[in-house]
């Protein structure tokens, strides 16, 4: 595995593709800030002038394995860079390394400009929450559809309704884990909200108190 020092030199610059039509959305580390380019609007935001980063893990139905970074500034504005980019009508190709030794760099460039920026893991809140709430309510009523199949003899139903609640967990396990609300630090990016694993930035950045 490459050190964090040399992950954020590969990590300078990053583009993909939101959608098949338009421009690819590219960003680059500069010496002056982060400089992005996304359709025909351009800006450098100065490192000190980011005030928050948040990440998190956002599958979609062609890319099971996506993750995101919203980037805000001080004035308002927001930016959002992707790990996947659109490559025809059918292929939405992820982009791993890229994305992952970008992110570590901006956080390392973020922490050298001496930033105060934000910086959140997940789902807001009151979403988690909500989430939280709704699959509760469907544990509940997965139950009541197990308990009645079983009370009726309905032993194929019973075996449909373990299998789907099976599926399910396991699918949605992983997004509900990944995307729980917590604050994190420069030197402590959440490795669970980067592809390929875990991200040290000790040697790169300074201790957030």
């Known amino acids: 595995m490459q050190d964090s020092g040399a992950e954020a030199a590969a990590g300078a610059s990053y583009a993909y ?10 960003f680059e580390l500069t010496e002056e800030g982060l400089s992005w380019h996304i359709g ?3 800006g450098l935001w100065r490192y000190d002038e980011i005030s928050a980063i948040r990440l998190s893990f956002r599958p ?5 394995h996506r993750f995101r970074a919203d980037v805000s500034h001080a004035s308002g504005g927001r930016i959002r860079i992707l790990s996947t980019s659109w490559q025809t009508a059918a292929l939405m190709a992820p982009q791993d390394n890229g994305f992952r030794n970008f992110i570590v760099a901006l956080h390392a460039r973020m922490a050298q400009a001496g930033s105060q920026a934000e910086l959140t893991a997940g789902l807001g809140r009151r979403t988690y929450a909500t989430m939280l709430a709704f699959l509760a309510a469907l544990a509940v009523a997965m139950t009541g559809l197990l308990v009645r199949a079983l009370a009726i003899s309905e032993f194929a139903g ?25 604050s994190y630090s420069f ?3 959440p490795s669970a909200l980067l592809p390929n ?4 930035l000790g040697a790169m950045g300074r201790n957030q108190t």
């Open 17 to 26: 593709k939101a959608s098949l039509i338009g421009s690819a959305h590219r």
């Open 40 to 42: 025909g609007r351009s």
């Open 60 to 64: 979609v139905s062609m890319q099971q």
């Open 158 to 182: 019973a075996l449909f309704i373990i299998g789907f609640a099976a599926l399910f967990a396991w699918q949605i396990g992983g997004f509900v884990r990944r995307n729980q609300p917590r």
């Open 187 to 189: 030197d402590r990016v």
């Open 197 to 200: 694993g875990r991200v040290a």
